[in-house]
C-alpha cells in the first residue's frame, strides 16, 4: 500500500499526541510502535522520492517536453521539500542522496543507477 501525505501527516500527529501523553499514562509499547510505523511511511515516501529523481535525471532534448519536464521538476522539489522537512521536525533521517537532489540543480544529482539503487535499498529494508 502506497502512503500518502495525508496518511503521513495523520501519523505523525498521532505520535506527537502519545510523545506528550506517555509522561501521564505510559504506553511505551504502543509509542514504539507508532514510532516504527511513521519511520516506515517516512522511508517508504524517500523511496519513491528517489525513484522519481532518477527518472528527472535528465532534461528532456525536445523544447515541447521541457516544459512538463520543468512543472514535474517544481513539483518533486516540493513534495521533497515538504519531506525533508517533516523528517527534521519528527527526529527522522534524510537520506543523503535526497538531501544531495535537493541541494543542486538537476544535472548535478548522482547517477540515475545510483537513484534507483538507493530508492530499492530504502523500499526493501525490513518491516
Known amino acids: 500500500m502506497k502512503s500518502s501525505i495525508l496518511d503521513r501527516r495523520a501519523q505523525a500527529r498521532l505520535l506527537r499526541v502519545l510523545r506528550a501523553c506517555t509522561p501521564r499514562r505510559p504506553r511505551r509499547v ?28 535528465l532534461a528532456p532534448a525536445r523544447t515541447e517536453a521541457r516544459s512538463a ?44 543507477a545510483a537513484l534507483h539503487s538507493d530508492a530499492a535499498r530504502l523500499g526493501a529494508l525490513p518491516t
Not at 37 to 54: D, I, S, V
Not at 70 to 80: C, G, P
Not at 86 to 109: E, V
Open 30 to 57: 504502543l509509542l514504539e510502535e507508532a514510532e516504527i510505523e511513521l519511520w516506515r511511511l517516512y522511508r517508504r515516501e524517500q523511496a519513491e522520492l528517489l525513484r522519481q529523481a532518477g527518472d528527472l535525471r
Open 69 to 112: 519536464w520543468r512543472a514535474a521538476l517544481r513539483d518533486w522539489r516540493r513534495r521533497a521539500a515538504e519531506c525533508a522537512g517533516l523528517c527534521a521536525h519528527d527526529g527522522y533521517p534524510l537520506a543523503p542522496r535526497l538531501a544531495a537532489c535537493l541541494a543542486h540543480p538537476a544535472h548535478g544529482w548522482p547517477a540515475a
